[in-house]
């Protein structure tokens, strides 16, 4: 088994702890931008992004270069992009912040999970058992129920996150394809703000200027979660430094009792157990495999 360099896995741990604190706070700017359409505030999300990510691509034409062969891999990315943020947004209304930014983090889970199906890298019996407890551990916050109002934006919520999960998938593939980092976000982003325009264009809700100031905020944090999420995957795969990935929760947590008095219940908390102790598990295990 091929060892990955110790810098390029460090690398991809500092770019993914920042990219959780990044969404964390995106995360709370939605929430704070009040009772707007979810195709809405990801419309506004993206539009900031599109403009980030192309100030950085003008720097050097070099960057707008798609190598053959990726255009696909750039559809697809962005089609599950655009679900996972629809969904979580969703989620982020109807939920406990933590809540919602727990079942968003199943992403790398499912991550793992697609690198298997499509990259082929290899997912022993250690990984696929906390793949599942980790799913168990989801249903805890979802709690399945016909007569519970929290079971539908959960479920939807880890839609989001399985979408998420597909989406690194393919900003992996497209990483070892030679694809720069900065148009895969310009990517994304302008093909969620296209497929929203419709919906914003047919239902458009009036905002106040706080509401557009904190929309615009959201962006600018998804802007740099965007980047510094795809450049933690182009330096290691999803299997080395996801673990990583779930100091979004602390933040969320964080963010989300100082600001909205969130505390999540008690079967929340079990679940969170859950599913961080599976991702430190799974961790563990492949620092094991690679001394």
Known sequence: MKRLPIKETHKGILYIILSAFCF??????????????????????????????L????????????????LKYLLLRSICGTLGILCNFYAIDHLVLSDASMLNKMSPFFAILFSYLLLKEKLDPVQLIAVILAFLGSLLIIKPSFQSIVCLPALI?????????????????????GQKGPFVVFFFSAFSCLFCLPFVLLSYTPMTLRQLLILLGAGLAASGGQFAITAAYFHAPAKEISVYDYSQILFAALLGFFLFDQVPDHLSIAGYI????????????NKKLRT
């Open 24 to 53: 964390a706070l995106m995360s709370t700017c939605v929430r704070m931008a009040g009772d707007l359409p979810s195709v809405q505030k990801s419309f506004f999300r993206n539009l900031v992004a599109v403009f980030f990510a």
């Open 55 to 70: 100030f950085v691509l003008l720097k050097d034409k070099k960057n707008f270069i798609i190598p053959k062969g990726n």
């Open 157 to 177: 919520g880890l839609l989001g996150g399985i979408g998420a999960g597909a989406a690194y998938t393919f900003v992996r593939i497209l990483g070892q394809r």
């Open 274 to 285: 859950i599913i961080l102790s599976m991702a430190v598990w799974t961790f563990l295990h």
